[in-house]
């Protein structure tokens, strides 16, 4: 891990764990196992080496030691910025995380920033913030006073809503993502902030945005809370998830995914009279698509067209 972010700190520990990665490059991953477990003597609070060891067992085939391996590295991080915790609830089939560590989130988007765009919307072929405005279209969504853009990223969706909103307000957890936004020039403000833990303000906005960002929270009862206090009367809220079977599932790609009924039946305990959930491919990864809902809710009924792109199902 030499020339790595995430050196140990003992410089014997980070040339053991440097010729540890040699010896996988060689196929000899009993050898690397040794050879790391070794820099670990050395280095017992590298938490980034525990995570390291614990690929390497889970490469072997040795699941339980592969999550031992993770829960140390989460004791020695409890900020957990690479995700042990998730990758160790996967490993074992029993999710206990209900939402991602905020530390791996920053880090996660921080490093990935300046390929961002051309690896999510290029590559991938991400829809997600046209999807939103096609589907807020089709409740006669006009024009916003206020807009708030939670998890604003490089600022996609600020893209598509900047001519539609008098005033549009970007929020991010990770510093990275937000530099990118801010050369843009589409917000009216940018703020770091954890989506996770927001307080309820004075602040009301006519329209709120989560582009594909939910899939990195799971539980999602406090953020749509959150929401439904934060809108202007007659405002609406708008957001996508990824689709899955049980109410709140995590994935191996360390994403979480939502059922249908757990989406409409949070939306109705947090007060919303009218949802209309839309069906879709929101990326593909890993040549397959993502099949996701785009989800547009307001405090009072709004006309929709039963016309267009997936499968729509209006609840009021």
């Known amino acids: 891990m030499v020339g790595t972010p995430f050196p140990s700190g003992q410089p014997d520990a980070d040339r053991r764990a440097s010729f540890a990665e040699t010896l996988v490059h060689l196929g000899d991953l009993?050898?690397?196992?040794?050879?790391?477990?070794?820099?670990?003597?050395?280095?017992?609070?590298?938490?980034?080496?525990?995570?390291?060891?614990?690929?390497?067992?889970?490469?072997?085939?040795?699941?339980?030691?592969?999550?031992?391996?993770?829960?140390?590295?989460?004791?020695?991080?409890?900020?957990?910025?690479?995700?042990?915790?998730?990758?160790?609830?996967?490993?074992?089939?029993?999710?206990?995380?209900?939402?991602?560590?905020?530390?791996?989130?920053?880090?996660?988007?921080?490093?990935?920033?300046?390929?961002?765009?051309?690896?999510?919307?290029?590559?991938?072929?991400?829809?997600g913030p046209a999807w939103i405005l096609h589907e807020l279209d089709r409740t006669g969504f006009g024009r916003a006073a206020r807009a708030l853009d939670l998890g604003c990223g490089t600022g996609l969706a600020g893209e598509v809503l900047r001519p539609r909103c008098d005033w549009l307000e970007g929020c991010d957890l990770s510093g990275g993502m937000l530099a990118e936004a801010q050369a843009k020039g589409l917000y009216d403000q940018l703020e770091k902030r954890d989506i996770a833990t927001l307080d309820l303000g004075p602040a009301r906005y006519d329209l709120i945005v989560a582009a594909d960002v939910f899939i990195y929270l799971g539980a999602l009862e406090r953020i749509i809370g959150w929401c439904a206090g934060s809108l202007a009367p007659g405002g609406r809220l708008a957001f996508t998830v990824e689709l899955g079977e049980a109410p709140v599932t995590l994935r191996e790609s360390r994403r979480f995914a939502h059922s249908r009924s757990y989406v409409a039946g949070l939306m109705q305990d947090a007060g919303f009279g009218a949802v209309q959930l839309a069906e879709g491919v929101l990326r593909q990864d890993r040549g397959a698509g993502i099949v996701a809902l785009c989800v547009v809710a307001g405090h009072s009924a709004f006309s929709y067209d039963r016309e267009g792109d997936g499968e729509t199902e209006a609840l009021a």
């Open 30 to 127: 009993a050898g690397a196992l040794e050879v790391l477990s070794g820099a670990l003597d050395l280095a017992p609070g590298w938490a980034a080496g525990w995570f390291r060891l614990g690929e390497l067992h889970e490469m072997a085939g040795d699941r339980v030691a592969a999550m031992a391996a993770l829960d140390r590295a989460v004791t020695a991080d409890p900020r957990d910025p690479l995700g042990a915790g998730l990758k160790r609830d996967l490993l074992s089939g029993q999710a206990v995380s209900e939402t991602m560590p905020p530390a791996f989130v920053e880090l996660l988007f921080d490093q990935y920033a300046p390929r961002f765009e051309a690896s999510l919307v290029d590559r991938l072929g991400y829809c």
